[in-house]
């Protein structure tokens, strides 16, 4: 079965740190570029980190500059999302998304192949 597992989620002060982990099963993530997605209660989806096939560009969403890292481990077949200086307005729904990108050429795209399930992140004193 292609799926991509996500983990790593919880409680957190504000503050704290979190890294999440997005596992595929099935399939090998070498040629994929990777999305980080999250959604709050009431608000739509929000695109927070990409990274192209080769690890090597990266794109935030303005919000999470400087506290969000995203990266990649092929020989893990994982991709991972560092979080650090939480906020209560980071706590959120976080999936991850992979496409087929075998040229590296962009970080982001408006459709992937496949998405995790989500996994909860709440930032609370």
């Known amino acids: 079965q292609l799926q991509l597992v996500e983990s790593g989620g919880g409680l957190v002060h504000p503050g704290g740190s979190l890294r999440l982990s997005c596992a595929a099963s099935g399939f090998t993530l070498t040629y994929y570029a990777i999305g980080w997605f999250r959604q709050a209660p009431g608000k739509g989806r929000e695109g927070v980190a990409c990274?192209?096939?080769?690890?090597?560009?990266?794109m935030y969403v303005e919000s999470v500059k400087g506290r969000f890292t995203i990266s990649r481990d092929n020989t893990k077949n994982t991709a991972y999302l560092q979080m650090i200086s939480l906020k209560p307005e980071d706590t959120a729904v976080y999936y991850c998304a992979a496409v087929f990108s075998p040229g590296g050429a962009y970080e982001c795209y408006p459709e992937y192949d496949y998405w995790g399930q989500g996994v909860q992140v709440t930032v609370s004193s």
């Open positions: 990274l192209n096939s080769d690890g090597e560009s990266t």
